[in-house]
């Protein structure tokens, strides 16, 4: 029954004064906030979506609808396609805040008086000095800029430059990794109304300050607000909003030429950020409950492909934590249980959807002391079972975006370096990706399913990947990233240098045929996936596929040519 007294029945909402047009809009509304939970469930969760799903099943409404309506969907769709194409500068999202920060900060104790800060920043021509004991703990320090300067001469005058600038110093110290892409440190400073920023490494360490003078240059526009709009989120449902936007974003992107790898990179730190915003969430409602605060400190981790920095549309959840200390089941694992799963289920709700694989902090297997992790990591070096394969390849990919980096970043060289020397293992790393087999007809034709699609991620990426992290893995190559990982193969010179510059280029390609396919699918109300079609490529890009394709059968070869005990 399609009526809404139907609805509102089947759905358990209350229906208002019927017949009148307020009170027809609010039963509509709440049938309409009652259904989003069920069809998340089923896998819709756009609008798009939900309007494709209605076409399949019209000819059950035959009549019953006017052709009006569907017109004027299809419209207000194409207007905001339309919209979400604005043209963009792409330089922040191709370039690092390392590439434009000053490399050299400098620090004063808080026990210096202003005058002594003022003949500094005179004499060097700085905007800012920090203020502290140690850049290598950048939640302890502070930063003095000419405004605080400015400030305390403007209520103090001449007896201001005797005060200490401990008290004078902005805390707590803003900050942004230094390997960000630059529109992130645009969105915080707007966000924030501040002009200076600290950028730190993966231990914590300051690296150097990014001011607004460092980013003059750039024709920044409103849409790289998009980033920071994730941080200063109140709300689940205003998170939501604020997701809701990336697709467009992307689209945007693509449609300025910024390459499908540096759009990945893009979509991975915005996983990145709204998996921090719904780890502070959590870590707010736990505080405020029965449970209290985190009882010792944590690191929040993105795993596989968001930890690389190589998401594309189609997502779940892969994530996992850290902690200082505690034991399985003991008191400090059942407080990071609840926050896993917390955390997810507002990802869930916000349109990253569950892990089927459990890959996720909410899991037992994802979560555990840094001595848990430490041991976990023997057992698989020592005797890795199949069924452990997956959950290993993707956690040397794991990227620290929430909480206590260093104590992350400190496991993740651990892991490599106990890795690298295990042939036995890293063999059986290996074979995770499973047989190539050849992905061409006897023709030399691509091989498609019965839509005339091919999954890329399975029958190309996934090799690619594979072998890359394995080989970094192999010759102490410390790197994230896919594309880090070939080049630093490539540069340390122990051979296959041309197969690993095809394959290179094989992920380009994988990515940004991937990537189309998905902006086109969610335009037509399709879910996004990694099957591409390949029959409307043009010749070009169809016969780099089929080259990228026949490459597949090198990477066995050269994994184990590499691989020898």
Known sequence: AYSLDGLAAWLGVEAGARHRARGDAETAGRIFLALVPRLREIGIRTLGEALARCRAVGEALAGSRPAEWDAAVEAGLADAAEAGLARLDSYPYSHRVSDVMNRQPVLMPASA??????????????????????????????????????RALAEGGADALARPIGPLASHPLVSVPDDALIYRAIGRMANRN??????V????????IVTTRDLLRLRASSAISLGDELDAATSVA???????RLPAMAQALVAEGVPARSVAEVIAREVGALTRRAAQMADAELAAGPLGPAPCHYAVLVLGSAGRGESLLAMDQDNAVVFAEGEPGGTQDRWFAAHGARMCAILHEVGVPLCKGGVMASEAAFRG??????ARIGRWLGRARPEDL????IFFDFRAVHGRRALAHQLWLDAWSAARGETAFLKQLAQSAGEAGSQLTFLGRVRTDDEGRANLKATLLKGIVTAARVLAIRHGVTAHSTAARLSGLIASDHGGGADLAGFDADHKLALELILRQQLADILEGRPPGNRVATRPLPAPQAQQLKDALARQGAIADLLRAELVD
């Open 113 to 150: 008086n202003l005058g002594e800060a003022l003949r500094l920043i005179a004499a060097r021509k700085l905007s800012s000095v920090l203020v502290g004991a140690d850049l290598g703990a950048s939640d302890t320090l502070g930063i003095l800029t000419e405004r605080d300067v400015m």
């Open 194 to 199: 501040i002009r200076h920023l600290a950028a």
């Open 201 to 208: 490494g993966a231990d914590d360490a300051v690296t150097g």
């Open 238 to 244: 205003g998170l939501a909003r604020a997701w809701a």
């Open 369 to 374: 002391s840094v001595a848990e992790w430490r």
């Open 390 to 393: 997956l959950a290993v390849d």
